[in-house]
C-alpha cells in the first residue's frame, strides 16, 4: 500500500505557506484513501503545524476539518459534498 511521508518541518526549515501547500497534498492524499504513514501524522499533530493549518482553510476536505481538531482550533462549516447514503443512516447516531 502507497503511503504519504511528510518530512519533519524543522529539519526542511519551511515557512507556513510552504508547510500550508504540504498541508494540501497531505488532506488531498488522505481524502482519496491514499493513507499517511504514522511517522506524518505524528509530525502534523506537532504543535508548530497550528498556524498553517489554521491558514490553509481546506473547507471541502474532511481530513482538514480532522487537522482543525488535533490542533483544538475553532469549527469551520464544511463545504464538501455530503453523501445521502452516510447522511440519511438511520445507524450513524451509533457511531
Do not use: I, N
Given at each position: 500500500m502507497a503511503r504519504f511521508i511528510l518530512m519533519s518541518s524543522r529539519q526542511q526549515g519551511w515557512t507556513v505557506w510552504r508547510s500550508g501547500w504540504t498541508l494540501a497534498r497531505l488532506c488531498a492524499a488522505w481524502d482519496f484513501?491514499?493513507?499517511?504513514?504514522?511517522?506524518?501524522?505524528?509530525?502534523?499533530?506537532?504543535?508548530?503545524?497550528?498556524?498553517?493549518?489554521?491558514?490553509?482553510?481546506?473547507?471541502?476536505?474532511?481530513?482538514?476539518?480532522?487537522?482543525?481538531?488535533?490542533?483544538?482550533?475553532p469549527l469551520l462549516p464544511y463545504l464538501g459534498s455530503q453523501m445521502s447514503y452516510m447522511r440519511d443512516d438511520p445507524n450513524l447516531v451509533y457511531v
Open positions: 484513501g491514499l493513507l499517511p504513514s504514522p511517522q506524518t501524522v505524528a509530525e502534523v499533530r506537532r504543535s508548530e503545524w497550528c498556524e498553517a493549518v489554521d491558514a490553509c482553510r481546506l473547507l471541502t476536505s474532511p481530513v482538514y476539518h480532522l487537522l482543525r481538531a488535533w490542533h483544538d482550533l
